[in-house]
């Protein structure tokens, strides 16, 4: 019988025109002896991002378009310069807007054209050709080669050092720490993705081809808020840890450590249930009462608080409505009987984007997407239609 065919051959010689972007910086490094942050310093200073278009491997390794020019600087590639400035500080954590920790390994999807990057004029000037990035690949692969040929476990333990040799503790992603969450946020606890990765594609045509793991949390957490088991809008940390729970969903680090439930019907754990007796009986059900005239109380109060915000939200609305010539437009005004709520709440997401500069190092769809949801607005459908419909791009 003859070899295994290979069915990837076609796949395979389209990707070989791509670079891997962390793998190109890093042959930048070692060629230059120079650290990371510096390299992408100089990258930066020399408009790299205005020349180099930046592509993402999806889950079946094809590499497609991901990246378009935009922003704060008209012609600048956007993943691109994202790249670059994560790089700016050699790709340490760091706090976002969406509380995320994110690292290299977080980028190592990207890919730029091999023809772009080394014809890219500084870079020639640095004496660096495809030739270099060839004997980069295959050291790379020698070193892995080393590692995984130790003849014995007791070699390998031999030479690890003291701080390998110490428990690896996980250190959840800081997003898990939000009192509340967005549909796409709780979706992301279920699926591992990155809330801001996510809300940076969500519009992309292959989205769902490349994030069906997020699609299939995505309808899980959406099936519960239609149920009722969830609330639409803002999720509470507290209640989707024990919806999760009580769904079988532990997660390490969010809802790992909760404490166990008490079965119901068990009453106060101080209550002897084998042997009742009249004294602890009463006690219980006089507890049971004054616990339903207190939820009953923080019930009225909820409502008299949300009633308050919406009369103060009808006041601000009021005064913030966009005109046109001085004048304000019937679909925009609240008091016209064939008002446009949604036409209004994209108006006001546009001015803030680009009249008011709100979240200006951001793209279009995380900087609607984050202002929207300062206004509490999270549903998605109608956050990816006003992210769409404002969008100076499309």
């Known amino acids: 019988m003859g070899g295994m065919m290979n069915l990837f051959e076609d796949l395979e010689q389209r990707n070989s025109e791509y670079i891997n972007a962390i793998d190109a910086l890093n042959l930048l490094a070692d060629k230059t002896n120079n650290s990371l942050p510096n ?5 930066l200073l020399r408009s790299f991002n205005f020349n180099i278009e930046t592509f993402s491997k999806g889950y079946l390794d094809e590499i497609y378009h991901c990246d378009y020019q935009g922003g704060l600087h008209d ?7 994202d790249i670059l400035e994560r790089g700016l500080g050699n790709f340490e954590c760091k706090q976002t807007d969406f509380n995320l920790i994110y690292d290299k390994e977080e980028l190592e999807r990207y890919y730029w054209l091999r023809s772009d990057f080394f014809s890219f004029q500084p870079i020639q000037e640095l004496n660096i050709s495809p030739s270099d990035y060839t004997d980069y690949l295959t050291g790379k692969a020698l070193l892995w080669l080393s590692k995984q040929e130790k003849d014995t476990f007791i070699e390998d333990m031999q030479e ?12 959840p992603p800081l997003f898990y720490l939000n009192d509340t969450f967005s549909l796409i946020e709780a979706s992301c606890l279920l699926s591992g993705d990155s809330p801001i990765q996510i809300n940076r594609c969500f519009n992309d045509t292959n989205f769902d081809q490349n994030h069906h793991n997020f699609n299939e949390a995505y309808n899980f957490i959406n099936s519960a808020i239609w149920a009722g088991s969830l609330p639409e809008n803002l999720i509470p940390s507290h209640q989707l840890k024990l919806y999760l729970q ?8 969010f809802n790992d450590n909760l404490p166990i439930q008490e079965p119901i019907g068990c009453g106060n754990p101080t209550i002897q249930q084998n042997e009742p007796n009249i004294e602890n009986l009463n006690a219980e059900i006089s507890r049971l009462r004054k616990e339903i005239e207190d939820r009953d109380k923080t019930a009225i109060e909820l409502q008299n608080r949300i009633s308050e915000l919406e009369s103060q939200l009808s006041d601000a609305l009021s005064k913030n409505i966009p005109s046109i010539n001085n004048e304000l437009h019937p679909s925009l005004d609240p008091a016209h009987k064939n008002h446009a709520p949604e036409l209004l709440l994209a108006v006001q997401a546009w001015e803030a984007k680009y009249l008011e500069n709100e979240y200006p190092h951001q793209e279009h769809t995380p900087a609607i ?3 929207l949801k ?6 998605v459908n109608l956050v990816k239609r006003i992210c769409a419909i404002t969008n100076p791009k499309k």
Do not use: A, R
Not at 39 to 43: A, E, H, T, Y
Not at 75 to 81: A, I, K, L, R
Not at 374 to 379: A, E, G, M, R
């Open 39 to 43: 390299i992408c310093k100089f990258l």
């Open 374 to 379: 300062n206004k509490n607005v999270t549903q």
């Open 75 to 81: 012609g600048m590639y956007e993943v691109t310069t």
């Open 369 to 371: 997407t984050n202002i």
């Open 160 to 171: 690890l050092n003291k701080d390998e040799l110490k428990p690896k503790t996980f250190e």
């Open 246 to 253: 009580s769904k079988g969903k532990i997660i390490e680090g």
